[in-house]
C-alpha cells in the first residue's frame, strides 16, 4: 500500500490567536512544528469571514513553507484570485456558510457542476491541484470527476460524529460508503483524500483504505497539543496511521 500523507491543519493556532487579538500563537511556527512531527503538508481554510486563518497567513505560508501547502477556500471570485496569486500545491474547494461552526457537509456539486467546472480550470491551469470537499456518494463523484477535478477529498465528519454518540451500527454503516466511494473514486482516475472530526480513535479505519492516500487532520491534534504539545500530538497521529496501514 502506498504511503499515507498526512496533512496538518492548522486554522485553530489562528483560533486562538485571534480570540486576543495577539501576535500568538503564530500559525507558520506551527506549520513548522508540524513539519518536524513528520507531517506531509499543511492545510489552511482562509474562511470569507477570516475567523481563523488571515490574508497574511496565507502570504506568510506561500512564500516560507517548504511542505506543500493545501489552501483550502470556497468557491468565490476573492478566493480565486487569492489562490492564483499564490498557486498552492494543493486548493480544496469547500462549501462555506458564515453561520456554520466548521464545514458541515460537502459540497453539492450536482447543483453546481457548470459553475464549478468554469471556476476550477484556471485553478488548475495555474497549476494547483485541484480537490473537492465531498460526502461518500457516486453521484457526487460522478460529477467532481465530469467536472475535471483531479482529488476528492471524502468528509468522515459524519463517521466521526456516529462513533462519538455511541451509535456503531450507523458507524460501520457510513465507514462502509466511505470504503466503497473511495473504490469508486479510484476507479474514476481520482487521487482520493479524507478529512474531518478525525482522531486518535477514528483514524485507523480510515487510514486503511487502500485507496485514501491523504488525511487532512486539524481540530483534534490542536485539542491534544494543548496537554501534550503539538509535535507529540502530530507524532502519535503519525504512528497510529501507520500502523493501520501496515
Ligand atoms: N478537510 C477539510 C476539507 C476541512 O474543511 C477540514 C476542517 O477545516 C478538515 C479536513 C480538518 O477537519 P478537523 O479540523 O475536524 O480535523
Redesign the pocket.
Known amino acids: 500500500m502506498s504511503k499515507l500523507r498526512l ?1 496538518v ?1 492548522i ?2 493556532i489562528a483560533t486562538v490567536r485571534n480570540a486576543r487579538g495577539s501576535a500568538y500563537p503564530d500559525p507558520m511556527r506551527a506549520a513548522i512544528l508540524a513539519q518536524q512531527a513528520g507531517a506531509d503538508g499543511i ?1 489552511a ?1 482562509l474562511r470569507e469571514d477570516r475567523r481563523h486563518i488571515r490574508d497574511g497567513d496565507i502570504d506568510t505560508l506561500a512564500t516560507e513553507l517548504t511542505l506543500p501547502l493545501n489552501f ?1 477556500m470556497a468557491a468565490t471570485n476573492e478566493m480565486q484570485a487569492i489562490a492564483l496569486r499564490h498557486k498552492p500545491h494543493a486548493v ?1 474547494i ?1 462549501p462555506e456558510k458564515r453561520e456554520e461552526r ?2 458541515e457537509g460537502g459540497l453539492d456539486v450536482l447543483r453546481d457542476d457548470k459553475y464549478l467546472a468554469k471556476f476550477i480550470a484556471p485553478l488548475r491551469d495555474a497549476g494547483s491541484r485541484v ?1 473537492i ?1 465531498i460526502g461518500p456518494d457516486a453521484d457526487q463523484i460522478r460529477a467532481a470527476h465530469r467536472i475535471g477535478a483531479q482529488v476528492i ?1 471524502l ?3 459524519a463517521y ?1 460524529d456516529y462513533h462519538y454518540a455511541g451509535n456503531f451500527t450507523e458507524r460501520d454503516a457510513e465507514l462502509a460508503r466511505l470504503r466503497d466511494m473511495a473504490t469508486f473514486a479510484h476507479s474514476l482516475g481520482l487521487e482520493v ?7 486518535y480513535e477514528t483514524v485507523q479505519p480510515i487510514a486503511a483504505l487502500p485507496e485514501v492516500v491523504e ?8 485539542a491534544e497539543a494543548m496537554f501534550v504539545g503539538l509535535e507529540p500530538a502530530i507524532r502519535e497521529m503519525r504512528r497510529l496511521m501507520d500502523d493501520a496501514r501496515a
Open positions: 496533512g491543519n486554522d485553530h492545510t481554510h483550502e480544496c469547500v466548521t464545514t480537490s470537499f477529498e468528509h468522515t465528519g466521526c483524500h479524507a478529512g474531518h472530526g478525525l482522531t488525511l487532512n487532520i486539524g481540530h483534534f491534534l490542536m
